[in-house]
């Protein structure tokens, strides 16, 4: 698939949520949303998960208001499309695994979200947005190698090379992973590890997520108010 890059992010996380008899008092209850405090409890936890940051019980009221009223819309105006995303829920995690409907809508909410990632990669994401990422690095150290990366020859800087640049643009919308440039008029291959390609592909998704917000934003309080 042509989003493969991007799609070590989109399963954020597998959530296994056990049964509990814990009494959870009621934190909103209106327009027909009702939000308890074991469900912010819930959302806490997957925020933390994907952001790694704290967010406070009033912040996270009101994103799941918006959450709830944004499947609740999809739900009524566009069934097929909320179904498309419940089948992939399905055959990833299990939608038997999730207990909490809080839960299961705020997975839904992020498959919504990376719908417009996916048609920004697919559609709209060019060498320039990757020349913007990788000029954003302090450093581009990677090792290179003469032998396929069985030994590591040197290590350089590959920050501000063009033909590293499209090399790995041309890799990525096809999903190969041999590096070959020219340096020093001798051909080498760029060795990029497990890690490194980690930081890259997170760099990546975190670029097309921000460029994709305004729409997304546009998409959510179109879909509150109908």
């Known amino acids: 698939m042509a989003y493969k890059i991007i799609n070590k992010f989109l399963l954020i996380f597998i959530f296994l949520i056990f049964k509990t008899n814990l009494l959870a008092n009621v934190v909103y209850d209106k327009n027909n949303i009702i939000i308890s405090e074991l469900d912010l409890k819930y959302y806490k936890q997957i925020h933390f998960e994907k952001y790694n940051e704290e967010i406070n019980s009033s912040k996270a009221t009101k994103n799941l208001v918006k959450i709830k009223k944004l499947i609740n819309s999809l739900r009524t105006n566009n069934p097929d499309f909320l179904n498309k995303i ?7 995690i299990g939608k038997e695994n999730i207990i909490s409907e809080i839960v299961l809508d705020t997975i839904r909410y992020l498959r919504v979200k990376n719908e417009f990632v996916y048609n920004f990669y697919n ?10 990422i990788f000029s954003s690095f302090d450093t ?3 090792p ?3 032998n396929n990366c069985l030994t590591i020859t040197k290590i350089v800087n590959l920050k501000n090379n063009t033909e590293f640049y499209n090399i790995f643009f041309e890799n990525m919308k096809k999903e190969e992973k041999k590096y070959e440039l020219s340096i020093d008029n001798s051909k080498y291959n760029v060795c990029i590890n497990q890690r490194n390609a980690k930081i890259i592909e997170k760099e990546i998704f975190n670029y097309i997520e921000l460029k994709i917000q305004k729409d997304f934003d546009k998409f959510v309080y179109e879909n509150q108010n109908r």
Do not use: G, P, R, V
Not at 86 to 92: F, G, L, T
């Open 86 to 92: 419940d089948n992939k829920i399905d055959s990833e």
């Open 123 to 132: 559609n709209s994401f060019k060498t320039n947005d990757l020349d913007y």
């Open 140 to 142: 581009l150290e990677l």
């Open 144 to 146: 290179i190698s003469q």
